[in-house]
């Protein structure tokens, strides 16, 4: 049977997943994971400090291995039928490379050097240099250039990490001609480009991380940047002015990538884009829709027209960018810095001793057997108890900033907190307060956009929390007195991108046409329970005096 394929490549934090798609119902004919692994061996990073790095070797083996694999898993003749490849990545995640646009990490000299690999998305080692950036922009003497940015920059993003490794490490300050993010790398390795005035870069990477904007044609002048630090002097003219929207070609497949990959030469490859926002893409988002990809953090991605936003700026969020959505429309991001995140992590803590225990007896297989299969299940049985202890009977109330926070108005300083702690306070109880901090501190988000005026029609949920939890999804609807509706693809983010790679494959001509053909809709919606939100806004209170108080009264 001929029929249009196309391939959507998923570059997580832990793994990459390829997805091949039949582009006339959006059903996947074959899939494949690769788990990335130095990150799996904790090389490269050092989490007391929240540095995160990642060797580009990993993405390298894990683009082949993914891909392979599932050419090997599809029906035979299959690589004929292709007709485009897009790929989303997390970000920022940005690297020092040579004028090539080769990483610095895959020279000799440089392969160990954490500095010299990419810096991940939750890498916040650079929260002096957002600080810096920040001040600079308030009060260098002329525009304030993270207005397009919700007036904050973040650790997170692209020139924070850039100015933290030139302050950090000399070498790399020697031998660094530029910076290229994961999600234009990857596109510009499958397509062969050799110079770096060549790749393509992504819109949405470019507007939400690194300052880009039409109005200043490009990045910030010479002048703010050398005013945030010295150090930045001369890293604009060796970047790019232009930037490009996912629906458009990053370039073709060349002969070796296609030999290594098992497919055919000369395959469109589409411009890449972040993760969120094509996930978004696969959840439905259309015009006033807001998603919310769920996993270890959140993205929360809007689409507003044009004419509806005009001249307004939203404070507090993480950038609205025209077209880094969908083309044609403002994309508006905000999220969340941990949210499954927090729930491994009391797993991992009330969990110690029995991982002590297993590392004290190796070589009982029982009983390794035993210990594997009770962690496993730890989290859904949290669940399932916290699901049943009375809203507000335990007195706890978390705040969700373990890991900083995101949104409103980035602060990665920030730290969690637990209030009205007892010793009837038990693992089920503790867990659920954690879990009604999630909703919160979604809701403060939710409530910023709300508060500029942003009409929000919907609210779709994705991602393996989303898909999961019952329990977490109707505390987010209570919390949120909003219905949500779950996408029903397991796997949202791979299939935006494989929805991208039917335009740039000539399939149909729009993102709306590709959606309307390849979606899969919704498999449920959550309603909010009245009785649950009288109680859940009365604690939302308690949460918001409790956060006030660490963020303006305690010093730590």
């Given at each position: 049977?001929?029929?249009?394929?196309?391939?959507?490549?998923?570059?997580?934090?832990?793994?990459?997943?390829?997805v091949l798609v039949d582009t006339s119902n959006g059903d996947e004919i074959a899939s494949s994971v690769f788990h990335f692994p130095r990150w799996g061996q904790g090389l490269y990073c050092n989490p007391s400090v929240n540095q995160f790095r990642q060797h580009p070797l990993d993405y390298l083996e894990g683009l082949e291995a993914s891909i392979q694999g599932m050419m090997q898993n599809a029906p035979k003749d299959s690589a004929?039928?292709?007709?485009?490849?897009s790929i989303d990545t997390t970000g920022s995640t940005p690297i020092a490379v040579d004028w090539q646009g080769i990483p610095l990490s895959l020279r000799e000299n440089f392969k160990e050097n954490p500095n010299s690999m990419f810096i991940l998305w939750k890498d916040h080692t650079s929260t002096q240099e957002a600080a810096d950036i920040n001040e600079a922009a308030r009060n260098w003497g002329g525009e304030d250039f993270t207005k397009y940015s919700g007036g904050v920059y973040s650790s997170e993003w692209y020139w924070a990490k850039i100015l933290k490794t030139l302050r950090s490490d000399e070498e790399i300050r020697k031998h660094a001609y530029s910076w290229v993010e994961h999600c234009d790398w990857i596109p510009a390795?499958?397509?062969?480009t050799e110079?770096?005035?060549?790749?393509?870069?992504?819109?949405?990477?470019?507007?939400?991380?690194?300052?880009?904007?039409?109005?200043?044609?490009?990045?910030?002048?010479?002048?703010?940047l050398v005013a945030v630090d010295p150090l930045l002097k001369g890293i604009r003219k060796k970047l790019y002015s232009d930037t490009f929207t996912a629906d458009e070609r990053a370039g073709i497949l060349t002969v070796d990538w296609a030999n290594r990959l098992g497919l055919v030469p000369g395959t469109p490859v589409g411009v890449g884009s972040i993760d969120a926002h094509m996930g978004a893409v696969g959840g439905m988002i259309k015009a006033n829709s807001y998603v919310k990809v769920i996993g270890t953090s959140t993205c929360d991605i809007l689409t507003i027209p044009n004419d509806e936003i005009e001249s307004k700026l939203v404070e507090g969020i993480c950038g609205q960018v025209n077209g880094s959505v969908i083309p044609g429309m403002i994309g508006?991001?905000?999220?969340?810095?941990?949210?499954?995140?927090?729930?491994?992590?009391?797993?991992?803590?009330?969990?110690?001793?029995?991982?002590?225990?297993?590392e004290s007896n190796p070589k009982e297989t029982n009983?390794?057997?035993?210990?594997d299969e009770s962690l496993d299940d730890l989290i859904p049985r949290l669940n399932e108890a916290a699901s049943k202890i009375p809203i507000g009977e335990s007195g706890i109330i978390s705040v969700d900033w373990m890991n900083g926070r995101r949104t409103p108005f980035a602060n990665q300083e920030l730290r969690g907190a637990m209030m009205g702690l007892n010793l009837g306070s038990d693992a089920p109880r503790i867990f659920k307060s954690l879990v009604e901090s999630t909703a919160f501190g979604a809701k403060k988000i939710l409530d910023r956009f709300i508060a500029e005026g942003i009409f929000i029609n919907e609210i779709i949920a994705i991602g393996g929390v989303a898909q999961k939890s019952s329990f977490v999804m109707q505390t987010i609807a209570d919390v949120f007195n909003m219905e949500i509706k779950i996408s029903s693809s397991e796997q949202t983010v791979a299939l935006g991108a494989a929805m991208f790679a039917a335009v740039i494959g000539g399939i149909y001509t729009t993102v709306d046409e590709a959606q309307n053909n390849m979606g899969k809709g919704f498999e449920r919606t959550y309603l909010p329970i009245p009785e649950n939100v009288t109680k859940y806004r009365d604690l939302y209170q308690s949460y918001l005096e409790i956060g006030d108080f660490i963020e303006n009264k305690l010093s730590l």
């Open positions: 049977m001929n029929r249009p394929l196309v391939i959507g490549i998923d570059f997580g934090t832990d793994s990459v997943r390829a004929d039928q292709v007709k485009g490849i390795v499958l397509t062969g110079s770096l005035n060549l790749i393509k870069r992504s819109r949405c990477a470019a507007g939400h991380k690194a300052l880009w904007h039409e109005s200043w044609d490009g990045f910030p002048p010479e002048e703010f508006l991001e905000a999220g969340q810095s941990a949210f499954g995140d927090i729930y491994a992590w009391f797993r991992d803590l009330i969990s110690w001793p029995i991982k002590e225990l297993q009983l390794q057997s035993l210990i």
